[in-house]
């Protein structure tokens, strides 16, 4: 990759033996920052229904940072409201969590909801094609019925931002209330081993591939 021109460092093709301070250079791949300072962590974590995704919360409820070890100082990238569980990433590496969460990257999070009612074609086309919150329109980058069965269905819906509580708003608005909803997936990185309040490390492919949007 080095002799192909592929790795820059700090902006300039890297060379064969060429040495680095991991604390300073900015290395890149094919354009996509390597994660090098050994300071950084990465943690997926499976936030439960109940726990607020902040560092903080002033009326003492628990945290999503309180499930992870306390090593090293972490912020949630993005949010889940605190009654959706599903998956979230904690890191200190603050580029990270810029680019999974400013729009113009499109990392897209995937989140399965079960709603009242069995949503036909027309509901699941107006959820793509665009609905009018009271905060401006919005849409979903896809949405398909899952399964079904009485009252309720199994919608998977695909979003390519995050403003507050938007899945559950874009449901109602076509008439299908949310009863439950999990986020499945952050841009490729997925894992239905995880379990509520459980977490593992994301793999430097995960981190990378987050990078790459």
């Known amino acids: 990759?080095?002799?192909?021109?592929?790795?820059t460092v700090d902006g300039e093709p890297a060379h064969l033996g060429?040495?680095?301070?991991?604390?300073a250079a900015r290395v890149q791949v094919d354009g996509i920052p390597l994660p090098l300072q050994p300071d950084l962590v990465y943690?997926?974590?499976?936030?439960?229904?109940?726990?607020?995704?902040?560092?903080?919360?002033p009326q003492g409820r628990p945290t999503v940072v309180g499930l992870v070890p306390s090593g090293t100082r972490v912020y949630?990238?993005?949010?889940?409201?605190?009654?959706?569980?599903?998956?979230i990433i904690l890191t200190n590496d603050g580029e990270l969590a810029a680019r999974v969460t400013h729009p113009r990257h499109q990392v897209s999070k995937t989140y399965l909801a079960r709603v009242a009612g069995s949503p036909g074609r027309k509901a699941l086309r107006a959820l793509s094609a665009g609905v009018e919150l009271e905060d401006g329109p919005a849409r979903a980058l896809?949405?398909?019925?899952?399964?079904?069965?009485?009252g309720r269905a199994l919608v998977e819906v695909?979003?390519?931002?995050?403003?507050?509580?938007?899945?559950?708003?874009?449901?109602?608005?076509?008439?299908?209330?949310v009863e439950a909803l999990v986020r499945t997936a952050i841009g490729p990185v997925r894992d239905p081993k995880l379990?509520?309040?459980t977490w593992r490390h994301l793999t430097i492919e995960e981190v990378r591939s987050l990078y790459m949007g």
């Open 1 to 7: 990759m080095i002799r192909a021109g592929r790795v």
């Open 18 to 23: 060429q040495k680095i301070d991991p604390l």
């Open 43 to 57: 943690y997926l974590v499976y936030k439960p229904a109940g726990v607020v995704s902040t560092a903080s919360d």
């Open 76 to 87: 949630p990238v993005g949010r889940l409201d605190a009654d959706t569980e599903g998956l």
């Open 142 to 150: 896809a949405a398909h019925l899952v399964g079904q069965q009485g």
């Open 158 to 177: 695909v979003m390519g931002e995050g403003r507050k509580r938007e899945v559950r708003r874009l449901l109602a608005a076509v008439g299908h209330p």
């Open 195 to 197: 379990r509520p309040g």
